[in-house]
């Protein structure tokens, strides 16, 4: 790749703007425009065919999922057509009925304590972490920025096995601690980052004037850089509770007791206990086990596509 | 900065302060608030991450079940893994897989990325649509729908007799098992799509006329101009994309039942570390594959970024 783009560009001194003005009478160049209009249309209804086809597929696992759950299971397998020719409730009844003696909302409600504790552990720890690495200068925060990056990159499988045995040795397994406490310690690196990245945006004018003004880093954290932070903490917020929502290792390690097993792990053990593969309430608890997922995405597509993009991008 | 800067080395980094000599207090105060600041992450630092990893490097020259105390067998554990034809089971297939899935996930992703770079009505939404899969992509749920789409007599099944396919699941077939979770992280291609846009969004548009004007083609324009512009998100999605297929778990676990079946074809690297972990407790036999990962999964990076000053072309050495 040795072609420098900026050469090309410098190159071409004759740019098409210029020839326009010049060379072409109005007339003809009225009718270039109609037909480069209509060339442009006829692509764009090639495009919105193309791409209508990219979301049928990209769809249709979803899709397919949603529609077979208002079917009976012997409509399901093999069933390509999404349209249910008998749709009915019967399989949500089956799901909510849960697993085990212990009901489909004791594992929804666990899940939502997971996840919302999650979220603020989450928006308290990054921030507070985030503050020092944008915004104080002090001896050894390259290094500490460095490292945490670094983990950011790191397999996390290498720190389960030790992390395990200390919270079996402190009786902790089979309790939330060890799924919430680094969250509250600001162990997901991604978190620190996007704040970090937020921040460093922000006018420095602003805190150097509450300096000024005999502010401390405590007030000048708590009344200008969390207001300002908002975008940073609601993408890093639905982040979290998506992520944890999702967290299928993390529970299977640590819980043992389906009274505190969230969605993902109660799923599993449905599918293990349903050996006659009842795949009508299945597809039930799966698509009742997305439904938050889906309502965040919904709601909140914006933030969190925007901070995919910036997550690599610009900041 | 960007993630992307930090990780390619590009960004600028803020210079310090000159020090000031009359300021020493006023600095000391500084050093104290930055480290309180900095506590919970500094906290987590040791305690969760370097700590433990102190600790299963330890492990890994040990026998340890969590019941007795752990003796030390030196380099025991790591002969053993190579001997191991399950770990060496594991270790092809998430191979294959790392190699195989992330280039045509993310050629889809660029693809798509490039069919969604203009002003259309709708571009917006689409991209949206196509992100959704990255979300719930790696959940039980979906792991769930895979498999029943897969299994014996299922759609997929159907669909592939219709087109002259050998008729029979492909969860059950261990020849089949690997295309199918392609296709599942394949499906996901939204969040690399999602960065490649907004890198596509930054070339300026002035390359692609004067090329034009020169008289390029596509696909020279595709070559000549769209890849190098857009290199540094090419390897920046190539780097997290491979280190994040090391780790598939919840949809192996899911679909093989926590087995790896059939016939160890879906055995994932880290379905065998918990195997070995968490259900035979040998945990210093995990601890020694837990390191081993570390270490791949250093040198990859590694020779990503040796590799990126041949291929990885960054606008600031233009200007």
């Given at each position: 790749m040795s072609t420098d783009p900026t050469v090309v560009a410098a190159s071409t001194t004759t740019s098409p703007e210029n020839t326009g003005r010049h060379g072409v009478s109005q007339e003809r160049s009225t009718a270039l425009r109609r037909r480069a209009r209509t060339r442009d249309r006829g692509r764009g209804l090639l495009f919105h065919l193309f791409v209508l086809a990219v979301t049928a597929v990209v769809l249709y696992p979803a899709l397919w999922m949603l529609m077979s759950s208002f079917k009976p299971t012997s409509q399901i397998v093999g069933n390509v057509s999404l349209w249910p020719e008998s749709a009915s409730l019967a399989n949500y009844a089956t799901a909510l009925q849960g697993i085990g003696g212990v009901s489909f909302w004791t594992f929804f409600w666990n899940s939502m304590l997971l996840a919302v504790a999650s979220v603020v552990g989450i928006a308290l720890s990054a921030s507070v972490s985030s503050y020092a690495f944008a915004r104080i200068e002090f001896p050894g925060r390259k290094v500490w920025f460095t490292l945490m990056i670094a983990t950011l990159l790191l397999p996390f499988h290498v720190v389960i096995i030790p992390q395990y045995i200390v919270f079996n040795n402190l009786g902790l397994v089979n309790t939330y601690v060890p799924l919430l406490i680094g969250k509250f310690l600001a162990a997901e690196a991604f978190f620190v980052f996007l704040m970090v990245q937020f921040m460093r945006n922000l006018p420095r004018e602003l805190d150097e004037a509450a300096r000024i003004d005999g502010a401390g880093h405590v007030r000048i954290f708590r009344s200008i850089m969390l207001p300002l932070m908002k975008p940073a903490l609601v993408t890093s917020s639905i982040f979290a509770f998506i992520w944890s929502w999702n967290d299928f290792f993390g529970p299977l390690l640590y819980l043992s007791d389906p009274g505190l097993y969230p969605l993902p792990i109660a799923l599993r053990l449905f599918v293990d206990q349903t050996t006659t593969s009842d795949y009508g309430a299945q597809m039930a608890m799966s698509v009742l086990a997305l439904v938050p997922v889906l309502l965040f995405f919904l709601l909140f597509q914006r933030y969190l596509v925007g901070g995919v993009a910036t997550q690599g991008l610009k900041g | 900065?960007?993630?992307?800067?930090?990780?390619?080395?590009?960004?600028?980094?803020?210079?310090?302060?000159?020090?000031?000599?009359?300021?020493?207090?006023?600095?000391?105060?500084?050093?104290?608030?930055?480290?309180?600041?900095?506590?919970?992450?500094?906290?987590?630092?040791?305690?969760?991450?370097?700590?433990?990893?102190?600790?299963?490097?330890?492990?890994?020259?040990?026998?340890?079940?969590?019941?007795?105390p752990p003796s030390w067998v030196g380099l025991d554990n790591f002969t053993l893994l190579f001997s191991d034809p399950r770990f060496l089971q594991s270790a092809k297939v998430t191979a294959i897989y790392v190699v195989l899935g992330t280039p045509i996930k993310l050629a889809a992703a660029l693809a798509v990325a490039m069919l969604l770079n203009n002003n259309r009505w709708g571009q917006g939404l689409y991209r949206s649509v196509f992100y959704?899969?990255?979300?719930?992509?790696?959940?039980?749920?979906?792991?769930?729908?895979?498999?029943?789409?897969?299994?014996?007599?299922?759609?997929?099944?159907?669909?592939?007799?219709?087109?002259?396919?050998?008729?029979?699941?492909?969860?059950?077939?261990?020849?089949?098992?690997?295309?199918?979770?392609?296709?599942?992280?394949?499906?996901?291609?939204?969040?690399?799509?999602?960065?490649?846009?907004?890198?596509?969004?930054?070339?300026?548009?002035?390359?692609?006329e004067a090329a034009s004007v020169d008289g390029a083609g596509?696909?020279?324009?595709?070559?000549?101009?769209?890849?190098?512009?857009?290199?540094?998100?090419?390897?920046?999605?190539?780097?997290?994309?491979?280190?994040?297929?090391?780790?598939?778990?919840?949809?192996?676990?899911?679909?093989?039942?926590?087995?790896?079946?059939?016939?160890?074809?879906?055995?994932?690297?880290?379905?065998?570390?918990?195997?070995?972990?968490?259900?035979?407790?040998?945990?210093?036999?995990?601890?020694?594959?837990?390191?081993?990962?570390?270490?791949?999964?250093?040198?990859?990076?590694?020779?990503?970024f040796r590799s990126s000053k041949a291929w990885v072309h960054y606008s600031g050495e233009a200007k």
């Open positions: - | 900065m960007t993630l992307l800067d930090e990780v390619t080395g590009t960004g600028g980094r803020s210079a310090a302060s000159p020090p000031s000599a009359t300021r020493r207090r006023r600095r000391a105060a500084e050093t104290r608030a930055g480290y309180a600041f900095l506590a919970p992450w500094l906290i987590g630092f040791f305690a969760l991450t370097a700590g433990p990893m102190l600790a299963s490097l330890y492990l890994a020259f040990t026998d340890y079940n969590l019941f007795a959704a899969p990255s979300l719930i992509g790696a959940s039980v749920s979906i792991a769930i729908v895979w498999k029943a789409m897969f299994i014996d007599a299922g759609i997929v099944d159907r669909l592939g007799q219709s087109v002259g396919l050998e008729p029979g699941g492909w969860v059950g077939d261990p020849g089949k098992t690997m295309p199918m979770f392609i296709l599942l992280t394949v499906w996901q291609f939204g969040a690399p799509m999602v960065i490649f846009l907004a890198g596509l969004k930054q070339v300026p548009t002035e390359l692609y596509p696909v020279r324009k595709f070559l000549r101009i769209t890849l190098p512009m857009l290199s540094p998100v090419l390897f920046f999605n190539l780097l997290l994309e491979t280190i994040h297929s090391f780790q598939i778990f919840a949809s192996a676990f899911i679909i093989s039942g926590g087995t790896g079946g059939p016939a160890g074809s879906t055995l994932f690297y880290t379905l065998y570390l918990y195997q070995r972990g968490f259900v035979d407790f040998r945990m210093g036999y995990a601890s020694a594959m837990a390191w081993v990962l570390v270490v791949v999964v250093g040198i990859i990076t590694l020779l990503f």
